[in-house]
């Protein structure tokens, strides 16, 4: 089992940065690649962003393509999501989420391994 919590969710005015952690603990966690998804009110899960077990590939949607940024942290499993330039489309609830891969794309909800609980974000127009 893995077990992700995010944090750093909140309430932002457009145009604005924030930038999201995801804490892993459990299995190790450079076995993993990771992602962020996010599921706006009344839509359904994207994904927004994913990264190869190093860090050195990454996938971003076109939506956040110039404005996100994945990294990781192998160190201190952790995985981050900086967040810049953000818009009300933005606003969502962003999950962490693990895939136990050796390459990196922008899955599907049906790929993912683990989830975490997600945190809120809001943009303000």
């Known amino acids: 089992q893995v077990q992700l919590v995010e944090s750093g969710g909140g309430l932002v005015q457009a145009g604005g940065s924030l930038r999201l952690s995801c804490a892993a603990s459990?299995?190790?966690?450079?076995?993993?690649?990771m992602g962020w998804f996010r599921q706006a009110p009344g839509k359904g899960r994207e994904s927004v962003a994913a990264i190869n077990w190093s860090g050195g590939n990454t996938k971003y949607a076109d939506s956040v393509k110039g404005r996100f940024t994945i990294s990781r942290d192998n160190a201190k499993n952790t995985v981050y999501l900086q967040m810049n330039i953000l818009k009300p489309e933005d606003t969502a609830v962003y999950y962490c989420?693990?895939?136990?891969?050796?390459?990196?794309?922008?899955?599907?909800?049906?790929?993912?391994?683990?989830w975490g609980q997600g945190t809120q974000v809001i943009v303000s127009s």
């Open positions: 989420a693990a895939k136990l891969a050796a390459y990196v794309r922008l899955w599907g909800n049906d790929d993912i391994d683990y």
């Open positions: 459990g299995r190790p966690f450079n076995n993993y690649a």
